[in-house]
């Protein structure tokens, strides 16, 4: 009999997470191992997979101290319908190739439903972007003012960077969608199986190769966790940039997703953006936990890297999924003051690039010297206590520079500054327009990827379960 400790800190909070998050692989997982026994030959293995299909409709066990895991509960029900079924399905598995299996079955759906969620939040930013393409924004950089783009230009950034994110999760998920079963204990079996067979039953892509392999690797997770932090970085220095524009004004949600105060009637409090930064920080908490679990442990052993560290990867997934609907909501349909960011640019210094560029071209000065112009004729603004939307020819004139008053104007129009901007990649609307297209392309490749993975994925499963195809 167990000690009690065991069962309360062990065995019991296994069987939950196992009865809660893993069922239906274990399902798959067996199945796939009675079909492939039933093409090898082994008696009573089509009865296996027969009850197999029977029992998943069932409700399953409660948890019972006597039974060690969900396996085994599994295997006492099948003895007691058809001892030779469960004889059958004895043949050539353990639990540590199952294990494996079911992890990486488990992982390779939540990674899906992660992937659907980044290419929704791209999808979400271009379609803002396509709305804002001549809408003004001061970009910043060392926290302070730097130069005008447009909110459009930020935005396909922002998903430029999750394309390349959408790539991690599709490499991650070629590492990930292989199949371990029929590894065994770790040294695989003398019963001739057909470790192809099975993989193909679970839309895993190929058998792991090596049998030690199959089940002493965590390489995977590690991969995994590390994309999501990847992922969650980046997302998390967005919100940042969403935030400060929230607490200038020149964002807002809408109103169900914003809190109001209970002492000052003006406040309306950005917290969904508060939560999903938390979410995402949450996330990346859990990656290190991941990482740290599955260092300094033999190579063979599988509980550290195995079923402890499954909580973890589901609270990791249950954050970054919440950090990303919050996200997705609050782009969707987000309050813009135009106008505010308008008068920042036309304002602010961050115009005088531009005005350098001019005096360059046009004085043939080289832009060095056109550099430290514009940082004279700043000076001289300065001590007379003037912006920069009041300089004039006759200022130019002081540093020994000829431009006419309609070419100055013209340097510091922020919309000018950004329609002059026409190199790959830059803020022009003439630019965007196209990089918008290119964008929605390559989005639109990757979730048809996405979406015949899912078909695959899916088909295997309906297969299992006794349907067609």
Known sequence: MW???????????????????????????????????????????DEAAALLRELRREPFPAYDPSVEDVFFTLDRTLAARNAGAAGALRTALSRNDLDMTLYRLSARQRLMRAMERVLQLRRTLLDLAAREIDTVIVAYTHHQPAQPTTLA??????????????????????????????????????????????????????????????????????????VITVVSTTLSRVLYDLLFWASR?????????????????????????????????????????????????????????????????????????????LLISSLTNPRLNR??????????????????????????????????????????????????STLTAADLEGVGLNLPQAEVHRALNPAEFIARRTTFGGPAPSVMAGALTVARDR??????????????????????????L
Not at 5 to 34: G, I, K, N
Not at 291 to 313: C, E, K, R
């Open 3 to 45: 000690h009690d400790t065991y069962l309360r800190v062990v065995l019991q909070p296994d069987y939950d997470y196992a009865s809660e998050h893993l069922l239906p692989h274990l399902f798959d997982a067996l199945s796939a191992h009675a079909l492939m026994l039933d093409g090898c030959g082994v008696a009573h293995a």
């Open 153 to 226: 230009h930020y935005l396909t950034a922002v998903e430029n960077v999750l394309s390349r994110d959408t790539a991690r999760m599709l490499g991650a998920m070629t590492h990930l969608n292989l199949s371990p079963m029929g590894a065994v204990a770790l040294g695989g079996t003398s019963v001739p199986i057909d470790r192809t067979r099975t993989a193909a039953l679970l839309a895993f892509d190929r058998p792991i190769e090596n049998t030690y392999d199959a089940v002493s690797a965590s390489d995977w997770q590690v991969e995994i966790a590390s």
């Open 249 to 325: 004004g020149l964002l807002s949600l809408e109103d169900g997703l914003v809190q109001g105060s209970s002492v000052m009637p003006q406040k309306r409090n950005p917290v969904a953006l508060e939560h999903a930064r938390t979410k995402f920080s949450k996330a990346i908490g859990v990656t290190q936990s991941v990482i740290i679990s599955s260092h300094n442990v033999p190579f063979g052993d599988i509980n550290d890297p195995g079923a402890d560290l499954q909580p973890a990867l589901t609270s990791m997934w249950h954050d970054f999924r919440d950090g990303l609907d």
């Open 339 to 388: 106008e505010e960011w308008v008068r920042e640019a036309r304002q602010g210094e961050t115009v005088v690039t531009e005005l350098a560029d001019v005096i360059a071209r046009t004085t043939g000065c080289g832009f060095r010297d056109a550099h430290a112009h514009v940082k004279a004729l700043l000076a001289h603004l300065h001590a007379q206590g003037r912006t920069v």
């Open 443 to 468: 989005l639109n490749t990757d979730t048809t990827h996405h979406d015949h993975l899912t078909t695959r994925f899916m088909n295997a499963r309906t297969h299992l379960e006794g349907g067609r």
